[in-house]
């Protein structure tokens, strides 16, 4: 596929056959997507390959908590651990919720997860004064993150960012053997998906990007 198609159709596959995504497979997927920029090109980033069953399964249970808070926002009308907006459901809410199962049985039925690390002795923070959440150190992590999913798709495989388990980053990364300065940015399954769909829904661009202002008028052609 040309790469304009492979970026209009890598969608978040959480639904897999059980078919083997083969080493050699896997190998060249990283061997491509490690050319995404980081910050400085310091190339903090970290991936474990997870095909245990039993560390698989730990994973899921670690991101559990976080799911049953996704789930009860949700349900609540929420944006699910929003900073802007905190929520207004209760701890005992949560805790008696049933989370979402889509969340994380993918972390069971993938034929691999992936886990995302990068190494924030050597990412540039340039809004950590600022009175919000940091996001400028995603910079040196997702790009590769993305283009792992990219080449993932163009092989004929599918995976999906997901971000629950970060909330529990100090056993993860005590269940991984990875020190306390890898921050965990994303777990991924990946294998094959049950079905590859070909059109996604997106904003147009005249949604997306405005001309001089951010209230500027939309960008059309």
Not at 31 to 51: E, H, K, L, M, T
Request: proline share 6%; with cysteine; glycine share 8%.
């Amino acid at each position: 596929m040309e790469l304009n198609d492979v970026m209009r159709m890598t969608f978040s596959a959480r639904e897999f056959t059980g078919e083997s995504l083969p080493d050699d497979v896997l190998f060249d997927i990283l061997d491509n997507a490690r050319f995404a920029p980081s910050g400085g090109n310091r190339q903090g980033n970290r991936v474990v390959i997870v095909r245990d069953a039993e560390t698989r399964e730990a994973l899921a249970q670690l991101a559990a908590p976080a799911a049953k808070r996704y789930t009860a926002q949700v349900k609540n009308g929420e944006s699910p651990w929003n900073t802007i907006n905190p929520t207004k459901v209760s701890d005992a809410e949560i805790a008696s919720t049933e989370p979402a199962h889509h969340l994380t049985d993918s972390f069971r039925k993938a034929d691999v997860v992936l886990v995302f690390m990068v190494d924030l002795s050597v990412v540039a923070s340039m809004d950590q004064f600022l009175d919000r959440i940091g996001v400028i150190s995603g910079g040196s992590i997702y790009p590769f993150v993305w283009n792992v999913l990219l080449c993932a798709r163009q092989a004929g495989f599918g995976g999906t960012i997901t971000t629950l388990a970060a909330a529990m980053e100090p056993e993860v990364q005590k269940l991984l053997g990875a020190p306390s300065n890898y921050a965990v940015a994303a777990v991924v399954p990946m294998g094959k998906p049950v079905k590859m769909l070909t059109k996604l829904r997106r904003n147009p661009v005249d949604q997306i990007a405005t001309v001089g202002r951010f209230d500027g008028p939309g960008f059309k052609l």
